[in-house]
């Protein structure tokens, strides 16, 4: 590779020549490094020395700067993705507890049981759905159950009940607890005709024809708190819970069975 120079050309008459009095022309280590030269080749009070440095400075500190920002920009998409992650984890709390009792949780707080006097519990199940699982294919029951519960939930939201838990084809919802309500048997009575609406749009796989559920519905006190540690659980105890699981089960298909309790 050539290597240019700059300086000054001077005529000396003595000896009849011209004389070239010149420093490489370089900007930087890299281009010293490519006319196979060393710094110490060029001379101590040269300026080409000074810029040569001076360049191989600014290179670094802007090497430097790019580096922070790549670090800044890595570090922006890891707070992103941790925050992603920790409203997936909120979602998947709040899913399986009451809000305020997964807010204590993520304090660290214990979370004391509640004794609610009045409260209002439903229990449902799918018609003949032990045939339809001796029949089907596992991932038509899967389908058939997410569509149930997806749309299930979105009343659960729209009348203001908690659902307590899915256990199978059975799905249990609760008024009045874990915030007290006066108007819990209501919401459950309004919940459970819901829940027959809905039940019209499900398929059996069997008969392709809309499935059928029983509900069952009864009022009286319960005692709820959260049960485990490593996967936590709201949990409903007592005569109630009892008294309205056998409603249910001792229901006719697509009707809704109350007890008197429920009714007054």
């Not at 018609?127 to 389908?143: A, G, L, Y």
């Not at 108007?183 to 499900?202: C, P, Q, T």
């Amino acid at each position: 590779m050539c290597l240019f120079g700059k300086g000054q050309m001077i005529w000396m008459d003595c000896i009849h020549s011209m004389i070239y009095l010149c420093s490489p022309k370089l900007r930087s280590l890299d281009e010293l490094e490519e006319q196979e030269m060393h710094l110490s080749d060029i001379a101590q009070h040269d300026p080409t020395r000074d810029l040569i440095l001076f360049n191989q400075q600014r290179l670094a500190e802007i090497e430097l700067s790019n580096q922070l920002e790549r670090k800044k920009e890595e570090l922006r998409i890891l707070s992103k993705n941790l925050e992603i992650e920790k409203k997936k984890s909120e979602t998947l709390l709040y899913a399986m507890l009451p809000k305020h009792v997964a807010n204590q949780l993520k304090e660290g707080k214990k979370v004391k049981a509640g004794d609610f006097s009045c409260c209002t519990i439903l229990f449902s199940d799918v018609v003949t759905f032990t045939n339809i699982c001796s029949v089907c294919e596992p991932i038509q029951i899967v389908n058939m159950l997410n569509l149930m519960y997806s749309k299930f939930d979105r009343l659960t939201s729209i009348h203001g009940v908690y659902k307590v838990e899915t256990i199978g084809d059975a799905y249990m919802v609760v008024g009045g607890v874990p915030v007290p309500v006066a108007s819990h048997a209501e919401r459950v009575a309004n919940f459970a005709l819901g829940m027959r609406i809905a039940a019209r749009d499900i398929m059996n796989p069997i008969t392709t024809r809309p499935i059928q559920i029983r509900i069952g519905i009864h009022t009286g006190p319960v005692l709820a708190g959260v049960v485990g540690e490593k996967m936590p659980r709201y949990c409903l105890f007592g005569d109630t819970v009892n008294t309205a699981s056998r409603m249910e089960s001792h229901g006719l298909p697509d009707k809704i069975h109350i007890s008197s309790t429920t009714f007054k």
